[in-house]
T-cell receptor, first 113, second 115 residues
Framework: GAGVSQSPSNKVTEKGKDVELRCDPISGHTALYWYRQSLGQGLEFLIYFQGNSAPDKSGLPSDRFSAERTGGSVSTLTIQRTQQEDSAVYLC???????????FGDGTRLSIL | AQTVTQSQPEMSVQEAETVTLSCTYDTSESDYYLFWYKQPPSRQMILVIR??????QNATENRFSVNFQKAAKSFSLKISDSQLGDAAMYFCAYRGNSGNTPLVFGKGTRLSVIA
């Protein structure tokens, strides 16, 4: 497809379980970002990847959160031992170059019971 | 650290009328980018308009225009001839000019359009 693809669209899981969220960026986009949007809030930066450089993890809220990007394309955000406060919409965005705007996916709505 | 403030949690406008959404930001940088994103219930963030800080001319995109006041650190969005499809959450966002810095978002304004 032409846009950023995220899966699953919705995820419901029990507290304490691990979850993996997937992002497939637009082909050719070298930069990839993860954001979190809690209810009634704006987007909060989590992590970004640029090419083969080390990722900027400065926005990750705890060590339960991690992400990887394999082959410079698909990225997976993993949340271990989920807590109820992790419930949010997780949005992925990608960008071709520094001067281009970010393109967002539809997000994954994560609900922790 | 940069911050973005949207002081209007909710706004409403009559169809075909004009509405202005407010945004202020705080930064010590001189060169940066500002954006307005629209988020309908589908959740996807859609870029509405963007402004480079070094450009004095206000950006326009069809019915959407901005009033960029650099000294006041203000970046408001004007929607003219409002349509029902304009109803959504609108987010103001800031991005510095160094490398691939992430976007800093305000908390959003929910716009309702009344038929």
């Amino acid at each position: 497809g032409a846009g950023v693809s995220q899966s699953p669209s919705n995820k419901v899981t029990e507290k304490g379980k691990d979850v993996e969220l997937r992002c497939d960026p637009i082909s050719g986009h070298t930069a990839l970002y993860w954001y979190r949007q809690s209810l009634g809030q704006g987007l909060e930066f989590l992590i970004y990847f640029q090419g083969n450089s080390a990722p900027d993890k400065s926005g990750l809220p705890s060590d339960r959160f991690s992400a990887e990007r394999t082959g410079g394309s698909v990225s997976t955000l993993t949340i271990q031992r989920t807590q109820q406060e992790d419930s949010a919409v997780y949005l992925c965005a990608s960008r071709r170059t520094v001067n281009q705007p970010q393109h967002f996916g539809d997000g994954t709505r994560l609900s922790i019971l | 650290a940069q911050t973005v403030t949207q002081s209007q949690p909710e706004m409403s406008v009559q169809e075909a009328e004009t509405v202005t959404l407010s945004c202020t930001y705080d930064t010590s940088e001189s060169d940066y980018y500002l954006f307005w994103y629209k988020q309908p219930p589908s959740r996807q963030m859609i870029l509405v308009i963007r402004q480079e800080a070094y450009k004095q001319q206000n950006a326009t995109e069809n019915r959407f225009s901005v009033n960029f006041q650099k000294a006041a650190k203000s970046f408001s969005l004007k929607i003219s001839d409002s349509q029902l499809g304009d109803a959504a959450m609108y987010f103001c966002a800031y991005r510095g000019n160094s490398g691939n810095t992430p976007l800093v978002f305000g908390k959003g304004t929910r716009l309702s359009v009344i038929a």
